[in-house]
């Protein structure tokens, strides 16, 4: 597992559960479990997606895997108004997975990312679903980020997020590789969807909305990248500085998709 770069600190385990909520009416409607019983979620962390699984399927039964501790602990918590469900708390490495029974249904979001060997844990996944069980995945695809007016500062950060995390062993482009790695653990009748999000000035507060997700994301990895020494508090801020320029630029525009995959167990 590529080490992530988000880090485990009180502020970005907070960060998870905006993050959520923001980009939840995006990723949703075209997800469906409504004819799973039991959902194993890949990289639950702080229960952040895991909550809005456990609202929109109150019948399923779901078993959240995770290999950092400290998420584990917090997600108990974060998740305490569902404790009279079947949900299982299980502190493992997805790519060594060891389940008690299949599931039939298996979820992931915003994790494939930060792994080094990716196929590892689809294919772990593989093993554990169901005859004709369903997997969905929703994916980053980072290159696919534009934006307007073009800014130096945000620029620069932006390129040194993604070469840093590409640096920790991870991926920030792994969605556009759904599809082969799907087909090379098993998996058929494959489909992809596009995701994302196209703002400009037409929609003020959904531009300055993101904008204000966008900088939170960004932040997330400042620490570790500042103590590296490929950034300095100043280009953070100048980045920050920067997306702020763009909701006030009344040509200002923000583009990027991510990318979601489908797949069943043959």
Request: glycine share 8%; charged share 25%.
């Amino acid at each position: 597992m590529a080490k992530y770069i988000h880090g485990y600190i009180p502020e970005e385990q907070e960060r998870l559960l905006d993050q959520a909520g923001v980009l939840a009416p995006l990723i949703y409607p075209w997800i469906d479990f409504s004819e799973c019983n039991h959902v194993l979620e890949i990289g639950s962390g702080v229960g952040a997606q895991s909550h809005i699984l456990l609202s929109l399927y109150p019948d399923i039964e779901l078993s959240c895997v995770e290999i950092e501790k400290k998420q584990v602990k917090k997600a108990k918590h974060n998740l305490t108004q569902f404790i009279d469900r079947k949900i299982h708390f299980l502190n493992q490495d997805a790519s060594k997975l060891e389940l008690k029974k299949e599931v039939d249904g298996v979820f992931v979001c915003w994790v494939l990312e930060h792994l080094s060997d990716p196929l590892a844990v689809l294919s772990k996944a593989f093993e554990n679903l169901s005859r004709e069980g369903v997997i969905f995945l929703t994916e980053v695809f980072n290159s696919s980020f534009h934006y307007y007016p073009q800014l130096p500062g945000l620029s620069k950060y932006y390129k040194v997020f993604n070469d840093y995390q590409r640096s920790l062993g991870g991926d920030p482009d792994v969605g556009l590789k759904l599809g082969n790695l799907l087909k090379e653990a098993g998996f058929s009748n494959i489909e992809l969807h596009r995701g994302g999000f196209h703002l400009d000035q037409t929609q003020p507060h959904e531009l300055q909305k993101i904008c204000t997700y966008w900088k939170g994301l960004m932040k997330s990895g400042a620490e570790a990248i500042i103590e590296e020494g490929l950034i300095s508090r100043e280009e953070v801020l100048e980045m920050e500085q920067d997306l702020d320029k763009i909701t006030k630029h009344p040509e200002g525009v923000l583009y990027y998709q991510f990318i979601q995959a489908k797949a069943k167990k043959p």
